[in-house]
């Protein structure tokens, strides 16, 4: 019989991104294989881009599963998965279809059949599971408001936002705090892009920008409840890391 490390085992356990208990964490698509990400990808983390002295600036690593990182408990990832990830994948699939039947380059304009409830709570997963330091998790209702999918109790402060996009660079940044000099502001971000759209976190602050539309209002639908609805989003550019940063504007 195999002998059972359980120091090690508990040594490995960390904070699900989700729920907050410590156990065994599983990898989760940012955002779901059936998404799109099912291909090997090539990605920098912040020692590769922003650290000159490591022997990793400046080079790739590739990730076989595609784009993602380990932070769902098992628990987690299965009943948000079975709730929450085939209708946000219908609205991918959509997205990308009318995405290269555009012919105007500036907006993507398009008419959905979604379940917009569950198509916010997967969204809102994908930017819990990106944030290595919690602090989306911790912030007031997010957690409950997933865990139940039957809540339409939208998070205080919280928002988040949509555009149109094609890049081959992708964005997954966790919460970032971004300061203005100018404006002398503090924005409260996070981002993630992957083809054909991008998502914006915003809590208690601004979008970067007037061109993303928010798509908050989704959660104002009831759980598995599918609408008709007419989206319009801005075409944003996506050529390098920089949060909120976009080539087009």
């Not at 590769?48 to 784009?67: A, D, I, P, V, W």
Request: aromatic content about 12%.
């Amino acid at each position: 019989m195999k002998k059972v490390d359980n120091k090690n085992n508990r040594m490995s356990q960390q904070k699900c991104a989700l729920c907050g208990k410590h156990e065994l964490l599983t990898f989760e698509h940012i955002p779901p294989q059936c998404a799109f990400n099912n291909k090997a990808i090539f990605v920098q983390s912040h020692e590769h881009l922003t650290e000159e002295n490591s022997y990793l600036y400046g080079k790739m690593k590739k990730s076989q599963r595609g784009f993602g990182k380990q932070s769902l408990c098992a628990s987690c990832n299965n009943s948000t998965g079975n709730w929450y990830v085939k209708d946000f994948c219908s609205f991918a699939e959509q997205g990308m279809k009318i995405l290269k039947d555009n012919k105007v380059p500036e907006y993507i304009q398009g008419n959905y059949i979604i379940k917009p409830q569950n198509v916010i709570k997967q969204i809102l997963i994908m930017f819990l599971a990106a944030d290595s330091l919690g602090a989306i998790r911790d912030s007031p209702g997010i957690s409950e408001y997933l865990l139940n999918r039957e809540s339409m109790a939208w998070p205080e402060k919280v928002n988040i936002y949509l555009y149109s996009n094609s890049s081959p660079k992708k964005r997954m940044l966790g919460y970032c705090i971004v300061g203005d000099i100018g404006a002398q502001g503090v924005y409260k971000w996070s981002e993630i892009n992957y083809q054909p759209f991008g998502y914006f976190f915003t809590y208690d602050s601004p979008p970067p920008n007037e061109f993303m539309i928010n798509i908050s209002d989704f959660s104002k639908v009831p759980y598995n409840i599918e609408k008709s609805v007419q989206i319009t989003t801005a075409y944003l550019k996506v050529e390098n890391m920089l949060i909120g940063h976009y080539a087009n504007i």
